[in-house]
């Protein structure tokens, strides 16, 4: 089953808006990762967190790891219609790195 | 493109037919991994190979069937489907169970 809480489901916005996205834990984190997918795409591997309130950006996209290593967010600063997709977080747990449900983004134009 | 290729990319099968899903890595990672994707549901983890040997079969029913010949092959053979298995089956690799997974594009499968 899930073993992480990735909201919102969905999320659409106006192009140049912003939007974030937040994965949460009831447990310790050892680290983890984020993911886009395009529509009619496979996941490609963003980024990947592991330090306490480590903050790494890319471009428009900066991603957090909270303090306790319980939550991670993904925010992207006016988004551009390049930026649809979903967004997954994905977690180390029980041996191997398990998904979160996704956000999906939508941005008109 | 990623280093990870996914054959056929499209299959419709009929419920009684046999088919085989075909994924191989040329990036020299020690792990493969095969997930379904339904419109419904998150990414679920079916079977995990790591050093071609299986780790983990997350309750998978028996009419899927993982083979790892080796470390830059993994197959998923199919028998027996319910129209309930239609989904996106993506083969990913990583250089060990707590890197970065890199995905296959996927083979869109329809069962009719």
Redesign the interface.
């Given at each position: 089953g899930?073993q992480v809480m990735q909201i919102p489901q969905y999320q659409h916005v106006q192009e140049g808006e912003d939007f974030t996205t937040y994965c949460n834990s009831s447990t310790t984190l050892?680290?983890i990762?984020w993911?886009k997918q395009r529509p009619g795409?496979?996941?490609?591997?963003l980024i990947?967190l592991v330090k306490s309130g480590e903050v790494k950006k890319q471009k428009r996209l900066t991603f957090q790891f909270g303090e306790a290593k319980k939550n991670s967010s993904l925010h992207i600063t006016a988004t551009q219609t390049t930026d649809v997709g979903t967004y997954?977080c994905?977690v180390?747990n029980n041996?191997?790195?398990?998904?979160?449900?996704?956000t999906r983004l939508t941005v008109k134009p | 493109e990623t280093g990870v290729t996914q054959t056929p990319r499209h299959l419709v099968m009929g419920m009684t037919n046999k088919k085989s899903l075909k994924c191989e890595q040329h990036l020299g990672h020690n792990a493969m991994y095969w997930y379904k994707q339904s419109a419904k549901k998150p990414l679920e983890l079916m079977f995990v190979y790591s050093l071609e040997e299986r780790v983990e079969n997350n309750s998978v029913p028996s009419r899927f069937s993982p083979e790892c010949p080796n470390s830059s092959h993994l197959f998923l053979h199919l028998h027996t489907l319910q129209p309930e298995d239609s989904a996106l089956y993506l083969c990913a690799s990583s250089q060990d169970r707590k890197r970065e997974a890199f995905f296959g594009q996927g083979t869109r499968l329809t069962v009719v």
């Open positions: 899930q050892s680290n990762q993911y795409g496979h996941p490609v591997f990947q997954f994905a180390y041996n191997d790195m398990r998904f979160g449900a996704g | -």
